[in-house]
């Protein structure tokens, strides 16, 4: 039996050892143990596995043998819950291989999470989507802020913070993320708008028309500057309205307000006799 062999820093660091090695506890320490011992973490962040990727690795697996080794902690059922290397398990189980090689780690239900992300992130094995969903997820059942889950994955607070405000997107929209269709930056650039509809409308038009990021950003802002212009338009009228209530009071007869988008108008009194005028002179007291 060939003596086991610690790992370097990264799970890449590996020194084969033979199978049949017993278990053994020690964190970092590579051994082999039963395919059918192995399950996989209920808290895994990717939701989607590529058939096409996993028939890849099972063709490289057989080829050349499972080079690195499935992350796992121990369970109190004399079993492994996988927290890193599910792909890599699967195409094992489908090339139906008695044993592979693991490593055992001693992670508490935070740390193991936490690990999974990291690996997955690393590998880019994950959609904005499933990253997103997999950080909030973290914050909400370990109660962790922002900050405190950034300095966990060394992610930058802000970086978290845009990642799960992708979840406000409607289901569309992140469907569209999910596949691919349009790019984390894409996203992040339609989220001011707000509205749903909205959104929608200017992500088909990205993929319509092929923009950049850089080229939403601008027409999102510009829809929002005019957006807002209206918005104070409509505000203004409701004043306008508002003066030709009273004046229609004050006089007796009817007052409209045409105003302009520059600012000017007009304002127009009815009357109908050149008495009515008279009066409406005298009630406004021009001398």
């Known amino acids: 039996m060939s003596k086991k062999r610690g790992l370097g820093k990264g799970l890449s660091a ?3 050892v033979e199978p049949g090695d017993k278990v053994k506890n020690n964190d970092n320490e590579m051994c082999y143990i039963e395919v059918e011992k192995i399950f996989p973490n209920p808290n895994q962040p990717r939701k989607n596995i590529d058939e096409h990727n996993l028939e890849e ?4 697996i ?3 043998g499972l080079i690195q080794p499935i992350v796992v902690r121990s369970r109190s059922n004399g079993n492994y819950e996988i927290i890193a290397g599910e792909r890599r398990w699967q195409a094992c189980k489908k090339l139906k291989m008695n044993e592979v090689p693991v490593i055992i780690k001693t992670y508490n239900d935070l740390e193991a999470s936490a690990a999974a992300l990291i690996e997955n992130i690393q590998r880019e094995d994950l959609n904005a989507v499933d990253e997103a969903n997999a950080y909030r997820r973290l914050m909400e059942e370990y109660g962790l802020t922002q900050e405190e ?3 966990r994955l060394g992610k930058s607070r802000s970086f978290i913070a845009n990642m799960v405000r992708l979840l406000g997107l409607p ?3 992140r469907e569209m993320l999910a596949e691919g269709i349009i790019s984390t930056g894409h996203a992040r650039a339609l989220i001011p708008l707000q ?3 909205t959104q929608i409308k200017f992500a088909l038009k990205i993929i319509k028309q092929h923009l950049s990021v850089r080229k939403t950003e601008e027409i999102v802002k510009k829809y929002i500057e005019e957006a807002g212009k209206t918005k104070r338009a409509r505000e203004k009228d409701h004043e306008s309205m ?8 004050k006089l007796g007869k009817r007052v409209t307000i045409r105003p302009n988008s520059n600012g000017s108008g007009k304002l127009i009194i009815e009357y109908t006799t050149r008495d009515e005028l008279a009066a409406i002179v005298d009630n406004i007291k021009i001398n």
């Not at 690795?57 to 490289?60: C, E, N, T």
């Not at 508002?242 to 009071?249: I, V």
């Open 171 to 173: 289901g569309e929209l």
């Open 195 to 197: 509205d749903s509809e």
């Open 242 to 249: 508002e003066w030709e209530r009273l004046l229609s009071k």
């Open 57 to 60: 690795l099972i063709k490289s």
């Open 149 to 151: 889950l950034s300095s």
């Open 14 to 16: 590996l020194i084969p």
């Open 62 to 64: 057989k080829t050349h």
